[in-house]
């Protein structure tokens, strides 16, 4: 039935060369059937795999939806987060230059949405992300970001929590990958840790595209380092973890959730066994959040063969936020990014409020080891409150 929506987004699709700018149309009511939301994220290439769930998530919303409210139905269509800047700004215009596109779920990542936010606000287009959690995304003057996860400001103190609490961190190195994202997580555990009392022994920041690092190994061994904070993505953590185990630095590292994939669990090996990554997303394998969480859970599982992945239940909130305005007769863009201002809504994994600014109000951050392969969640950090999973 997933196909059912998507051909009804072709219809919406149709048509567009006769519509007026999408920036002059922006108070526009577009009629029921014609509306429709965007999901923006990788589809293509190894990026695919983990949020190949999140657009699915995102698709089931919509589609259950529409089978509730066959007299307004709405669309959905999907597109492919690029890699560079002006890709996907390109991308953003098309986007934009939809006026029956009254919102988007994304963008998904920080980057494509630092390039594609500026295009967006202007033509009044809401977006909510399940992912981006970078802080400067809501720095930035724009009034139709949100998203429905805490961002680094929160998940970087989270994961120095942990270190202090949980492991006993006294001398840490922090380190990141060069990126956007993983700098702003680097700023914010450095900040946290310090007020902490903790010292920091060392920093580097890594060359993504460096496949070797036992200079920087070699100076974690010299500093005698007890703990390894981590901001940035996957490969380049597990790169970094294999080089320290071989050369017999055996402490525990802790990351943000650009580590929570299987190309770090299993492509480190058993290097990264034991490490630990956190995340603003709610583990549906453990963590029943609301009635309404699980029935998501059910009918994914019951859809797609397998529990919810990470972010799953995000995308599929960030939908149903944009579903919930649309449902209360907002089909216009400047309609929607004003119900959003005050919305207040029972979601799926939290309650939806967004500050001025488009951050979520409220909502944990969890933390995940890494256990014979997989990431298993052992602890929660709610409102700077830490608390070990059951069972963890």
Known sequence: MIRSTLALVSAVTVGLASCGSAASNRGTQIACGRAAIAYLGPLTGEDAVPNTPERNAVALQVEQYNESHEDCQVGFVEFNAMSTDAENRALAERIAGDPEIV????PVWCHPAF????????????????????????????K?????????????????????????????????????????VATAVEEAVLGAGVEVVHTAILDAEDTDYREVVSDLVGAKVDVLLYGGLDKVAARLVQQADAAGLRVPMVGSDGLLTSTFAVGAGAASDGDYATCPCVPSEIEVASSRHQTFITDY????????????????????????????????RDGITDYLRTIDMAGITKRIQFTATGDISDGPVFVYQVRNGAFVP???????????????
């Open 115 to 142: 390039a594609s936010m500026p295009v967006f606000d202007a033509a009044g287009l809401s977006v909510v992300s399940p992912e981006a959690t970078n802080v400067e995304l809501t720095t930035k003057g724009w």
């Open 378 to 392: 052992v602890a929660r950090v709610t409102s700077g409150k830490l608390e070990l999973v059951e069972g963890s």
């Open 103 to 106: 919102g988007v779920v994304g």
């Open 144 to 184: 139709t970001f949100h998203r429905v996860v805490r961002n680094d400001g929160v998940q970087g103190p989270s994961l120095a929590l942990f270190a202090v609490k949980s492991l006993g961190a006294t001398r840490v190195a922090i380190i990141d990958d060069g990126t956007a994202y993983g700098a702003g």
């Open 301 to 332: 599982q019951s859809r797609f063969g397998e529990l919810p992945p990470r972010f799953a239940a995000e995308s599929a909130e960030a939908a149903a936020v944009l579903l919930e305005a649309i449902a209360n007769g907002n089909r216009s």
